[in-house]
């Protein structure tokens, strides 16, 4: 099993920056890909970004130049960095972790984490 323990999520004011953050634990052989998702009030999960574990990352195009996704292998630990954001960046931010148990690769989702951008 894994644990995804997400946390940065905040209230900010259109322009503003914030850091997400989201560590995995438990028993694991490996962390492949990470990522985060995000899912606004009546709004279907609509991915974000995500990284793999040799660092290579992909956007979607609305907060490409805005947004950076890091992770540190020896943490388990996703980042994603928000810039310049945009109240229709509301929404509960979710990670997602693919892992190997043996030879079998499991997805496994966070609680997720609200931001929340107004003035």
């Known amino acids: 099993q894994v644990q995804l323990a997400e946390s940065g999520g905040d209230l900010v004011q259109p322009g503003g920056s914030l850091r997400l953050s989201c560590a995995a634990s438990g028993t694991f052989s490996n962390i492949l890909a990470m990522g985060w998702y995000r899912q606004a009030p009546g709004k279907e999960r609509d991915f974000v970004a995500a990284?793999?574990?040799?660092?290579?990352?992909n956007y979607v195009d609305s907060v490409k130049g805005r947004f950076t996704i890091s992770r540190d292998n020896a943490k388990n630990t996703v980042y994603l960095h928000m810039n310049s954001l945009k109240p229709e960046d509301t929404a509960v931010y979710l990670c997602?972790?693919?892992?190997?148990?043996?030879?079998?690769?499991?997805?496994?989702w966070g609680q997720g984490t609200q931001v929340t951008v107004s003035s």
């Open positions: 997602y972790a693919h892992a190997m148990h043996g030879d079998v690769r499991y997805e496994y």
């Open positions: 990284i793999s574990s040799g660092h290579n990352a």
